[in-house]
């Protein structure tokens, strides 16, 4: 064979072969237990939810007495999982429901520091990883019934919060070191027959929940990451499917179960499982195609790692600017941003948490409106924060994080828009010149160099008429 030959047979091979690869990625994974949704929810308790901008979590627990020290000795991983410390005897761990008594637990008081913060949701732990219930299950006795406290935490909460205007979430972990049936995998016989009771279990009480608690506004699921869950796509779809039954417009994240190879967050052809995202933990995305036309939410922490309560918070705190700054990106790319706080074990909480609540809901009363019923604004990004846009108006929000010292604010806008109007939300009188500087580009004019916070511009948009304004030159390249 010539060479010429060769290579015509081997570019025919070539083309056979990328066909086929196409073809391949085109091919769906037949799905019995994957997603069952393509795109967003469109019904108005997701709407609402979309709208929420910021929230609050709550991580409260049995661990919360210890705060993460044991007998002097700091523990070293975060502080709701100090029970899997070896420096600890699960049982006495476990004992620790006989000193479960917060005498100073105010729940119109977590309230009140949420409401003022800003929160419109707030996601609560009823059982973490230790199994401790902070309702009164009727399927388990490690619960606060059997404390010193004796009665329901989580009743008194809803109520409080809902009082409060703002929607509740109940976090319910499926890992439960408490319940002799759960494992970490389902290897033996009697593995599996332990298990099975523990599906019970966890449906009982899941069902358990959503009758007790129907203002719940969904579920916020942890712990599924174990292979024995992971091999539960049949049971845990048909668990969903109940439950949405049982409770229309529940909102469940992508957190709660795998699709049948095992597929978590996404299914096998890639499709998110469940109503939004819940893979952004301590961290953000960074541009808008991070988060694939999702919703989602990112779940924060004041100290680096410590969702229950640490009575030594260790690494870098986060200042309440750095908090707000992540809220105005999280709601700039679409999503929420939801701060974690973590009540002592007397029900009390600390100092530094209702400083830091203050702070961000004196900013949040100026400030809100470039945060609540906000959407990705489909601008490009420019260095001095973040654009958040009215969500159904043609306003858009400049979340000023970052001051140019030359009081120039850059806009990038789609061809055929123009800005109508600039001004600061404060002074929504006081007209701030809006100079063009290219083709859809714009300078913002605001002189400040004295804020120690971050401050919001307010443009108003609308179509450009055509021939007005300056014409630019393209550079011939
Ligand atoms: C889990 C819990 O183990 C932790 O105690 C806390 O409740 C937190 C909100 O959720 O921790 C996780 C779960 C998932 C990831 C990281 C930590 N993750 O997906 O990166």
Same mark, same amino acid.
């Given at each position: 064979?010539?060479?010429?030959?060769?290579?015509?047979?081997?570019?025919?091979?070539?083309?056979?072969?990328?066909?086929?690869?196409?073809?391949?990625?085109?091919?769906?994974?037949?799905?019995?237990?994957?997603?069952?949704?393509?795109?967003?929810?469109?019904?108005?308790?997701?709407?609402?939810?979309?709208?929420?901008?910021?929230?609050?979590?709550?991580?409260?627990?049995?661990?919360?007495?210890?705060?993460?020290?044991?007998?002097?000795?700091?523990?070293?991983?975060?502080?709701?999982?100090?029970?899997?410390?070896?420096?600890?005897?699960?049982?006495?761990?476990?004992?620790?429901?006989?000193?479960?008594?917060?005498?100073?637990?105010?729940?119109?008081?977590?309230?009140?520091?949420?409401?003022?913060?800003?929160?419109?949701?707030?996601?609560?732990?009823?059982?973490?990883?230790?199994?401790?219930?902070?309702?009164?299950?009727?399927?388990?006795?490690?619960?606060?019934?059997?404390?010193?406290?004796?009665?329901?935490?989580?009743?008194?909460?809803?109520?409080?919060?809902?009082?409060?205007?703002?929607?509740?979430?109940?976090?319910?972990?499926?890992?439960?070191?408490?319940?002799?049936?759960?494992?970490?995998?389902?290897?033996?016989?009697?593995?599996?027959?332990?298990?099975?009771?523990?599906?019970?279990?966890?449906?009982?009480?899941?069902?358990?929940?959503?009758?007790?608690?129907?203002?719940?506004?969904?579920?916020?699921?942890?712990?599924?990451?174990?292979?024995?869950?992971?091999?539960?796509?049949?049971?845990?779809?048909?668990?969903?499917?109940?439950?949405?039954?049982?409770?229309?417009?529940?909102?469940?994240?992508?957190?709660?179960?795998?699709?049948?190879?095992?597929?978590?967050?996404?299914?096998?052809?890639?499709?998110?499982?469940?109503?939004?995202?819940?893979?952004?933990?301590?961290?953000?995305?960074?541009?808008?195609?991070?988060?694939?036309?999702?919703?989602?939410?990112?779940?924060?922490?004041?100290?680096?790692?410590?969702?229950?309560?640490?009575?030594?918070?260790?690494?870098?705190?986060?200042?309440?600017?750095?908090?707000?700054?992540?809220?105005?990106?999280?709601?700039?790319?679409?999503?929420?941003?939801?701060?974690?706080?973590?009540?002592?074990?007397?029900?009390?909480?600390?100092?530094?948490?209702?400083?830091?609540?203050?702070?961000?809901?004196?900013?949040?009363?100026?400030?809100?409106?470039?945060?609540?019923?906000?959407?990705?604004?489909?601008?490009?990004?420019?260095?001095?924060?973040?654009?958040? $846009?009215? #969500? %159904? =108006? !043609? /306003?858009?929000?400049?979340? @000023?994080?970052?001051?140019?010292?030359?009081?120039?604010?850059?806009?990038?806008?789609?061809?055929?828009?123009?800005?109508?109007?600039?001004?600061?939300?404060?002074?929504?009188?006081?007209?701030?010149?809006?100079?063009?500087?290219?083709?859809?580009?714009?300078?913002?004019?605001? $002189?400040? #160099? %004295? =804020? !120690? /916070?971050?401050?919001?511009? @307010?443009?108003?948009?609308?179509?450009?008429?055509?021939?007005?304004?300056?014409?630019?030159?393209?550079?011939?390249?």
């Amino acid at each position: 064979m010539k060479l010429s030959e060769k290579n015509i047979g081997l570019t025919f091979l070539m083309i056979l072969f990328l066909s086929f690869a196409n073809a391949q990625d085109k091919e769906q994974v037949k799905l019995v237990h994957g997603s069952h949704r393509v795109g967003k929810r469109t019904d108005e308790v997701m709407q609402k939810w979309r709208g929420y901008g910021l929230g609050q979590f709550i991580h409260w627990g049995l661990y919360a007495i210890p705060g993460g020290e044991w007998n002097g000795k700091q523990y070293d991983g975060a502080a709701e999982w100090i029970r899997s410390w070896n420096g600890i005897p699960k049982s006495t761990y476990d004992s620790l429901i006989y000193k479960f008594n917060p005498v100073n637990f105010n729940p119109e008081e977590w309230a009140g520091i949420a409401k003022n913060m800003g929160a419109k949701y707030v996601t609560i732990t009823t059982k973490h990883h230790d199994g401790f219930c902070l309702w009164p299950s009727k399927y388990t006795s490690y619960t606060v019934a059997k404390s010193p406290w004796k009665k329901d935490v989580i009743g008194p909460l809803v109520d409080a919060y809902n009082k409060a205007g703002i929607d509740v979430i109940l976090y319910f972990s499926i890992m439960d070191w408490n319940h002799p049936g759960w494992r970490y995998d389902i290897k033996t016989k009697s593995d599996s027959i332990a298990f099975e009771g523990f599906k019970k279990f966890t449906r009982n009480q899941l069902i358990e929940l959503l009758t007790r608690y129907p203002t719940a506004k969904g579920l916020w699921f942890d712990g599924t990451w174990d292979k024995s869950w992971v091999k539960q796509a049949e049971f845990a779809d048909e668990l969903e499917t109940e439950m949405r039954k049982l409770h229309p417009g529940l909102i469940i994240g992508s957190r709660f179960r795998a699709d049948e190879f095992g597929k978590r967050h996404f299914d096998s052809n890639h499709v998110l499982m469940g109503d939004y995202e819940q893979g952004w933990e301590r961290k953000l995305p960074n541009k808008i195609e991070d988060v694939h036309g999702n919703d989602w939410d990112c779940v924060m922490t004041v100290p680096e790692n410590q969702w229950g309560y640490n009575k030594a918070w260790k690494g870098h705190i986060k200042t309440s600017n750095e908090l707000i700054e992540m809220t105005a990106k999280a709601v700039s790319l679409g999503g929420n941003f939801v701060l974690n706080f973590g009540p002592k074990g007397d029900g009390s909480i600390r100092d530094e948490e209702k400083k830091l609540a203050a702070e961000i809901g004196n900013w949040m009363k100026v400030n809100n409106e470039a945060i609540y019923n906000c959407e990705y604004a489909g601008l490009e990004k420019q260095d001095w924060g973040y654009f958040t $846009k009215k #969500t %159904g =108006a !043609d /306003k858009i929000h400049m979340i @000023v994080c970052n001051i140019p010292v030359s009081g120039a604010y850059q806009v990038k806008l789609p061809a055929g828009t123009g800005i109508s109007k600039a001004y600061l939300l404060t002074q929504p009188d006081e007209r701030l010149n809006v100079e063009e500087i290219q083709s859809n580009a714009y300078f913002v004019h605001y $002189k400040n #160099t %004295g =804020a !120690d /916070k971050p401050f919001v511009l @307010v443009i108003e948009t609308s179509s450009k008429v055509k021939g007005s304004g300056n014409s630019y030159e393209k550079a011939k390249t």
